[in-house]
């Protein structure tokens, strides 16, 4: 019987993994994308500045913080992406650990194809911080427009300027050192889109500043640890730092907010929250990596389920979301909807780990160009 119902389960998951596998962006010379949004935009004629303390803290933090994208990085050195690939292999056990390919389109692939595809998955996943780091450009000016307070509007314009360094430096990292780039993956498409297109200021910051800004702080962490490139490992410890400000930020804003919502506004945050988190999840499957490869994506499901790496990657995404969530009081409002649907994601551990304002202070105490 329970044999039975671990292949039901199985099957079911492997469904699930192709249904998402099916999704990807087809747009690949796409070099615009608009959205539409219909939102007020707030002048305030209060301009005393501290009138909320942690904000304009925070605020000066950020102007000392600032670097210079272009010399405050070592852009000379030379970097061997395919011998970068091979290191970073062999630090994790090798390409292909684990995991049986039988009966899989890559069933037959050696060490050859394996490298291009550690090279291709590596030129896809920089990509996706550049475009999510856009993303994180358009959102930010976009709570300077419509939130209400005049030290957030302070604060915010440092992060515009934060997240133009952040596409300037990632962009500059696949154009010299890499050799290639990806379009936006599709899941994080719409979820950009949604944040965007939504008119309330506080879902900008719950969907950027919690969100995906939470994800791509634990992203790059485990990509900074990862890497073997001394270079990429700098930048990353660079904005890194940025990053957890950031969060840090949409916390403060949003704490004072939510406690003056009532139950029903605030399952409707809990919900938003969770269909981002299940969106961001999702995208880390390189659908468009197995296409440029000539693979149905959909074919590797089998492959992408035994890997145990994905599972916990994909768990340890949500160890910076899930804490600053409980510091909102979003896990347990409204009868605790949220605890539930992270707990059906197999997350919910993480509640209790440190939230983003005790580790930017962490952060801060480290020099940036000093990588771990």
């Known amino acids: 019987m329970a044999e039975e119902e671990g292949s039901a389960q199985r099957e079911a998951e492997l469904r699930e993994l192709r249904e998402v596998l099916a999704v990807t962006n087809t747009a690949w010379d796409e070099t615009e994308h608009t959205v539409h949004s219909d939102y007020d935009t707030f002048f305030t004629w209060d301009y005393e500045k501290g009138a909320r303390p942690k904000l304009d803290k925070l605020y000066e933090k950020a102007k000392r913080a600032q670097w210079n994208a272009q010399t405050d990085l070592p852009w000379e050195t030379e970097v061997d992406q395919e011998a970068v690939v091979v290191a970073n292999a062999e630090a994790s056990g090798g390409f292909l650990v684990n995991v049986d390919p039988a009966g899989t389109p890559v069933a037959s692939w050696g060490d050859k194809e394996w490298l291009r595809f550690g090279i291709e998955s590596q030129n ?105 490139e001394p270079l990429l490992k700098q930048l990353l410890r660079y904005v890194m730092a940025d990053e957890a400000r950031h969060v840090a930020f949409g916390v403060l804003s949003l704490q004072e907010l939510y406690g003056q919502l009532s139950t029903a506004e605030l399952r409707e945050r809990q919900e938003f929250a969770y269909e981002a988190a299940v969106r961001m999840r999702d995208r880390f499957l390189q659908q468009e990596v197995w296409e440029r490869m000539g693979v149905d994506p959909k074919a590797v499901a089998p492959i992408l389920l035994q890997t145990p790496e994905r599972k916990v990657f994909q768990a340890m995404l949500f160890s910076k979301i899930v804490p600053n969530c409980k510091k909102l009081g979003l896990l347990d409002a409204a009868d605790g909807w949220l605890r539930h649907r992270f707990e059906e994601l197999g997350v919910i551990q993480f509640e209790d780990w440190a939230d983003t304002g005790e580790e930017y202070e962490s952060l801060q105490a480290q020099p940036a160009g000093q990588a771990s």
């Open 124 to 228: 896809w996943t920089l990509s996706q911080f550049l475009h999510g780091e856009q993303g994180a450009l358009v959102c930010t000016a976009k709570i300077v427009e419509s939130v209400p307070w005049i030290d957030a509007k302070y604060y915010a314009a440092t992060q515009v300027m934060d997240e133009a360094r952040h596409v300037e430096v990632f962009s500059k990292y696949l154009d010299e050192k890499l050799s290639g780039h990806y379009p936006i993956n599709a899941h994080l498409r719409a979820l950009l889109d949604d944040i965007i297109a939504d008119n309330r200021w506080d879902i900008t910051y719950l969907g950027m500043q919690i969100m995906v800004e939470g994800l791509a702080l634990a992203a790059f962490g485990f990509m900074q640890q990862m890497t073997t």
